[in-house]
Antibody, heavy 118, light 110 residues
């Protein structure tokens, strides 16, 4: 079965950096676009970024553009999110998700919590 | 990248029907049929319920249906059941090749 497991979250100070990872299994990872989607505590879903199956195409929400970088390693079935210059408003549960096609997010991980606080 | 507009809450009694609206612009919902709906019970990850406006993934009951008119998409749940109580989110592709979500709607089954 499809499994997405996030790791790398935690507490970081404003201005700090963190790298999230997502280990994928149960499907041919290199065939799919992948996304990061976040949810601040008690708030709604916010799309963060997506990456195409071959890494040739990426896109970002305005709120993270220039600070976050999405990448993938198809040989390792892994998705990454490098987060730099973190702000308090980046505090959220970050979901790794598979895109059947863009906007058809058919599988989600359980999420990993990132807390930005001094 | 403004969020799509959803009502904060809707409610209905078991067996009734409810409709949740999702309003965007001509740069997202109005120009693309790539509109999806997700169900998120408390403390769980979202689940895809409707994709490409009105398609249901396998396993989703046919009580759930979607539609679109102009810049507004809608999710209708008929024959409400207590297990339908959850937050519901719409999303759409945009003309900037990004993705935008709605603010979410809390469904209460009375």
């Amino acid at each position: 079965q499809v499994l997405l497991v996030e790791s790398g979250g935690g507490l970081v100070k404003p201005g700090g950096s963190l790298r999230l990872s997502c280990a994928a299994s149960g499907f041919t990872f290199s065939d799919y676009y992948m996304s990061w989607i976040r949810q601040a505590p008690g708030k709604g879903l916010e799309w963060v970024s997506y990456i195409s199956s071959t890494s040739s195409h990426t896109n970002y929400a305005d709120s993270v553009k220039g600070r976050f970088t999405i990448s993938r390693d198809n040989a390792k079935n892994s998705l990454y999110l490098q987060m730099n210059n973190l702000r308090a408003e980046d505090t959220a549960l970050y979901y790794c998700a598979r895109e059947e096609v863009l906007v058809v997010t058919d599988y989600w991980g359980q999420g990993i919590l990132v807390t930005v606080s001094s | 990248q403004s969020a799509l507009t959803q009502p904060p809450s809707v409610s209905g009694s078991p067996g009734q029907s409810v409709t949740i609206s999702c309003t965007g612009t001509s740069s997202d919902i109005g120009n693309y049929n790539r509109v999806s709906w997700y169900q998120q019970p408390p403390g769980t990850a979202p689940k895809l319920m409707i994709y490409e406006v009105n398609n249901r993934p396998s396993g989703v009951p046919d009580r759930f249906s979607g539609s679109k008119s102009g810049n507004t998409a809608s999710l209708t749940i008929s024959g409400l059941q207590t297990e339908d109580e959850a937050d519901y989110y719409c999303s759409s592709f945009t003309s900037s090749s990004t993705v935008v979500f709605g603010g979410g709607t809390k469904l209460t089954v009375l």
